[in-house]
């Protein structure tokens, strides 16, 4: 018996080995195999298939996938003083990969509880947690898989404005889960500058920053504080 395949793993899974099999989608690729390496808390797999290449002949490869499930963020904004609301945590991968002393600055965000779980549901609950802030209506900016090479999650980025009114919580993450998360308040025209000096280095934080200066609450105001384009007001 093997957790993930026929048994239960920690999150309740059964027959993790056949993901993939089923995919129709493509003409060009055949799944022939999966196997499963690991399932702790995320998935490793070896996926074999067959592969159809522009000049019409068929090759076999092998690629490994991490599955971690999907994930959402939320760039939280105030035009009126103009600042944004991130946070700060301990990362050990990055720690470990060279950051100074894995101190990240991010959006707030997190994965979903469930496969079908709806992401703007995972990300109301995640500010709570992490910012101690209840926001109102929220805008749906993208959706993008993260790192394609080998990582499945698909991230949706959100943004919504915050404001004394919205603190409804004390935040700082769940006790639980080992979280010990710090809100880090930042004028913008300061957040895009951390992003050239390398302070912010998360890559969701730094595509959230730029929309919301080429197109978003920020957008035609340069880098400076001030009202740009009208949003809701905090509820």
Not at 29 to 52: A, I
Not at 158 to 176: I, Q, V
Request: with cysteine; charged share 30%.
């Amino acid at each position: 018996m093997t957790a993930g395949i026929d048994t239960p793993d920690r999150r309740g899974r059964t027959g993790l080995h056949r993901t993939g099999l089923d995919l129709t989608g493509n003409p060009r690729v055949k799944v022939r195999d999966v196997t499963l390496l690991s399932c702790h808390w995320y998935v490793e797999r070896t996926t074999t298939f067959d592969f159809r290449n522009a000049d019409g002949t068929w090759s076999t490869q092998e690629r490994e996938t991490h599955d971690r499930g999907n994930g959402a963020t939320i760039l939280l904004y105030d035009t009126d003083r103009g600042t944004v609301l991130l946070t700060r945590q301990f990362r050990y991968p990055v720690y470990v990969n060279g950051h100074p002393d894995g101190m990240l600055v991010e959006t707030p965000g997190g994965l979903l509880d469930e496969d079908d779980e709806h992401p703007e549901v995972a990300v109301r609950r995640e500010v709570v947690e992490e910012t101690g802030h209840t926001v109102g209506e929220v805008e749906r900016v993208f959706e993008v898989y993260m790192s394609p090479g080998s990582v499945t999650e698909r991230v949706t980025f959100y943004a919504a404005s915050y404001g004394p009114a919205t603190r409804t919580h004390e935040g700082g993450g769940l006790d639980e889960e080992g979280e010990d998360i710090e809100t880090v308040e930042l004028p913008f025209r300061r957040a895009l500058e951390m992003i050239r000096s390398g302070e912010i280095a998360d890559a969701k934080t730094i595509m959230l920053l730029q929309w919301a200066a080429l197109e978003g609450p920020f957008s035609g105001t340069g880098t400076s504080a001030g009202p740009g384009r009208r949003h809701p007001e905090p509820s």
